[in-house]
């Protein structure tokens, strides 16, 4: 008999969103979270894909190791549970795929090396070069 996998619970897999997003933004490995946390880099990734749920004391094990406050890891999830939402609320786009970008290597590399860019023109002129490429691969 086959049991159907259960689906990680949508704000796990955005805290552990956020967790990758933060490891990625200090240069970090599994390897080396998961040695601050005596767990192996495998129990890292589980967290990291929502696999995995993340217990109070160890998300505040991984703000301190990460140097965030606790509430960073939940910053963009507020609708996420189902919870009542203001009116006209959920017409508002959702920011999980800026989450979901930054978290990615591609995402974080372009992001590091767009903020480098000191001229503010030339980095409009890129924003809009972006979204010309990007209406164009529309049709």
Known sequence: MMVAKKAPNPIDKHVGSRVR??????SMS???LGDALGLTFQQVQKYEKGTNRIGASRLQQI???????VE???????????????????DAPSPAYVADFLASADGLA???AFMRISDLKLR???VDLVEQIATADKH
């Open 63 to 69: 703000s301190n190791i990460l140097q965030v406050p």
């Open 124 to 126: 409009r002129r890129i």
């Open 110 to 112: 372009l992001t590091k």
């Open 21 to 26: 997003m933060r490891r990625m933004m200090l």
């Open 72 to 90: 960073f890891f939940f910053e963009g999830a507020q609708h996420m549970a189902g919870g009542a939402r203001p009116e006209g609320a959920a």
């Open 30 to 32: 599994q390897e080396k």
